[in-house]
């Protein structure tokens, strides 16, 4: 009789959780950004956002862009919002691992204050300067010495942008002055004008500026050269590997958001990302669809934290928080 209990009592303790997977999404989710429009974080989001609406049946996905803060205050909003699979963040590199290392007042834990869904795809970096610019990495090295100077945008303190834009600064002993921007939309308009010297900016920034010939790429952290553009030089190629520093971008819920609704995302993005269909699109943007499962994706943030205290204890930059 015990045992008849028992086996009777187990579907039932799960019904609260089935119930609940049924119900989730009754009203629309918010997926938000750090970033304002027009920035690679946002032109992944926008696409994956309708991916994953029509994946699941009723559902409303919605793009919330709350930059600001060296991308702090968007995060923050997600850490601290209900736990209830209404509020996710579509987060990167910096969000989720590189400013836990350049802000000592950070007011969240990139790892404790997050449940991680999905990684979802990586870019590559690449140093652009306007069309008229120097020719190669070396010719800009050259301007920015013996009395020289030049002046680089990056896509906001503390970015991946920043970071690789420095190490080749410190690199070739330049002197250059550092203007950050909420954002790579932004710089990359100022890069096109002139009114600064360089942007290492993700290569889905750029992509169409280089091709049309307003940009001069004069180098990628890609591990060959790309097929559609293939003037554009490796890092490696150049002799410059330590540029070669790819971003990523992954999605979270906030921590303690229930395990079920959870499983539900990280399905359906990764279901969404093996299609061949969306593996060509974001090729085209110029991202490379990098699934990975929530526990995978777990693992693979912790690592990243680490190595991104590396990055800036290498480059020394720091932010005030």
């Not at 205050?73 to 699979?85: E, I, L």
């Not at 600064?169 to 550092?178: C, K, L, Y």
């Amino acid at each position: 009789m015990i045992r008849r209990r028992a086996l009777l009592a187990a579907p039932i303790a799960a019904l609260p959780a089935i119930a609940r997977a049924q119900a989730w999404p009754s009203r629309p989710v918010r997926i938000v950004l750090a970033y304002p429009p027009g920035g690679s974080t946002d032109v992944l989001a926008r696409t994956l956002a309708a991916a994953v609406q029509d994946a699941i049946p009723g559902s409303t996905f919605v793009v919330d862009n709350r930059p600001g803060g060296a991308a702090v205050v968007g995060t923050q909003a997600v850490a601290t919002a209900a736990p209830d699979g209404y509020t996710l963040s579509l987060g990167n590199n910096q969000t989720h691992a590189a400013n836990a290392a350049m802000l000592p007042t950070l007011p969240y834990d990139p790892i404790a204050d997050f449940a991680p869904i999905a990684r979802l795809a990586a870019v590559h970096h690449a140093l652009v300067v306007p069309a008229n610019g120097p020719r190669t990495l070396a010719e800009l090295a050259a301007k920015g010495k013996n009395g020289g100077r030049v002046t680089y945008a990056s896509s906001g303190a503390g970015s991946a942008s920043h970071v690789i834009a420095e190490t080749f600064v410190r690199r070739e002993g330049m002197n250059a002055t550092h203007i950050p921007y909420r954002g790579g939309a932004q710089a990359t308009t100022d890069t096109v004008s002139g009114t600064v010297d360089f942007f290492v900016s993700t290569w889905p920034q750029v992509v169409s500026l280089v091709k049309d010939g307003r940009l001069r790429a004069l180098g990628i952290g890609a591990p060959a050269r790309l097929p559609d553009v293939p003037d554009v030089p490796t890092f490696a190629e150049l002799n410059a590997s330590d540029l070669a520093v790819d971003a990523w971008f992954g999605l979270w819920a906030p921590a303690r958001t229930p395990a079920d609704i959870v499983s539900r995302l990280s399905e359906a993005m990764n279901s969404i990302l093996a299609q061949p269909a969306m593996v060509e699109r974001l090729n085209g943007q110029g991202f490379v669809a990098a699934p990975m499962s929530a526990d995978a994706f777990a693992a693979f943030q912790r690592e990243e934290v680490a190595r991104w205290r590396r990055l800036v204890e290498l480059t020394g930059i720091r932010l005030e928080g």
